[in-house]
């Protein structure tokens, strides 16, 4: 080897010599049913899915392109139990809300003395009733404690001011002389319905997601929301011209379509599990607890929650009622002397004839309260059994929810509940 071959083996960099990588793309076919799909996993590093053969009917490749597009990814696991009759009720709801609006508008622009198309009254519906949004924002302005604590309940009566509203614009052309009076006060009405409406979207939709996406559970309610309301603007033209081209048309078919309205929304609250404690959902969990041992999942209890008058006290419960002011219910001395006995505690308990009252400190949590309920309710049994003086009963009391706290919260926290805050509305709260 002479020295000219020597430098050039110097030279050479390490490697050179050996033959170049091929990348050789990975890839299967998997078969589940009648579809066949070829998967790959692409240079970068991401998998790419690519349908090889769909030999199913049309329907199932329909609805299950229905379901991509108007369901949570991951449908049904990733949702709550209820969801799907949640949904089919609030298309039912959008679509006859949507039809009665068409009604309505056309009834408004005829009192006011035109003569429109059902295509024009829907147009003018929407600026009608942005117009009086803004002023119900004003009026709801100060009940979101209310809303947070009672979603279910508000929710109902936004569809029901909703429905008033529009029955005044569809009444509005037998008496034209009150238009701007009529007009406004069904627009005002509409306005707080759709103010109230928004702000127990988010509890509701809270109370469906289970692996966190909230945000997909949101997007595709919306997507289910417009597309019925598109649908329900097609039947309300329709309607508008034919059945209801007259008076007489609109006042059949007014009611029914409201009745079908609420009797929507009343069955997607029903069907909602919300799993966050306020007075009456935490009444009905003691309650249950203190009959069988057990605690009830948030699905269990959907069904029985009175929607319309939820501040109903509860016997078994211990007959509670909280959110009180404090100069109400106990008198500074009783006060101090409760503070002495459980120093360590954030709720005060004031026996009366009729219920037993239950002050909570500014900062307690929903374990807080579930303890002092929990007090009041193994009191009132124990007066019921044996009669004690008021003070040992209490005392007993408070020993035994301390001896049954710690694996009841345990099983609230699995059943799926949020203890971390009780929603006592606009309750008064105390401080020391």
């Known amino acids: 080897m002479n020295l000219l071959e020597k430098v050039r083996m110097l030279k050479k ?59 949570p990814s991951g449908y049904p696991y990733s949702v709550n139990e209820g969801y799907l009759r949640y949904t089919q009720f609030r298309a039912l709801q959008h679509l006859s809300s949507a039809a009665l609006s068409v009604l309505s508008t056309q009834s408004l622009l005829f009192a006011a003395g035109l003569r429109p198309t059902p295509a024009q009254a829907t147009a003018v519906g929407w600026i009608l009733k ?33 429905d008033l509203g529009t029955g005044l614009e569809v009444l509005s052309p037998l008496c034209p002389h009150l238009f701007l009076e009529v007009a406004g006060l069904g627009n005002f009405a509409k306005g707080m319905a759709v103010v109230a409406a928004r702000a127990t979207r988010l509890p509701i939709y809270s109370s469906f997601a289970k692996e966190g996406n909230l945000s997909d559970l949101y997007a595709k309610g919306e997507a289910i929301s417009t597309l019925f309301n598109v ?16 008076m007489q048309g609109k006042l059949v078919v007014g ?14 609250m029903r069907a909602a599990p919300v799993n966050t404690l306020n007075p009456q959902r935490t009444a009905m969990i003691v309650a249950d607890f203190l009959k069988t041992g057990k605690v009830p999942s948030p699905a269990d209890l959907r069904y029985r929650e009175d929607l ?21 219910v106990v008198k500074p001395s009783k ?32 374990e807080d309260a579930l303890r002092g309920w929990l007090v009041a309710a193994y009191a009132a049994s124990m007066q019921k059994s044996f009669h004690e003086p008021s003070a040992n009963v209490m005392q007993d009391a408070y020993d035994k929810m301390n001896s049954m706290f710690t694996p009841f919260l345990s099983e609230l926290r699995v059943k799926g509940w ?10 008064s709260r105390f401080a020391f």
Request: contains cysteine; hydrophobic residues 35%; negative net charge.
């Open 130 to 162: 942005d117009g009086m949004q803004h002023m119900g924002k004003l009026i709801c302005s100060n009940l979101g404690a209310r809303m947070d604590s009672e979603p279910k309940r508000w929710r109902i009566l936004a569809d029901v001011l909703y």
């Open 335 to 366: 006060l101090h002397e409760w503070n002495e006995i459980f120093p360590e505690e954030k709720f005060v308990l004031s026996h009366g004839n009729k219920w037993t009252d239950m002050l909570l400190e500014h900062n307690a949590t929903g």
């Open 418 to 427: 949020h203890t971390d805050r009780f929603l006592d509305g606009t309750g």
């Open 13 to 71: 960099k390490p490697g050179e010599d050996k033959a170049p990588k091929v990348q050789v793309s990975v890839y299967w076919f998997e078969t589940s049913g009648s579809v066949s799909r070829r998967y790959e996993f692409e240079p970068g590093g991401y998998l790419s899915v690519k349908l090889v053969n769909d030999s199913r009917p049309v329907y199932h490749r329909v609805v299950e392109s229905f379901l991509n597009k108007f369901f």
């Open 308 to 328: 319309l008058f939820p501040g109903r006290l509860i016997e078994d419960a211990g007959h509670v009622k909280v959110g009180r002011a404090l100069h109400k």
């Open 231 to 246: 649908v329900g603007i097609g039947v309300g033209i329709q309607l508008a011209s034919t059945l209801c081209s007259s």
């Open 255 to 268: 009611p029914l379509l409201s009745a079908v309205h609420v009797y929507s929304v009343v069955e997607e």
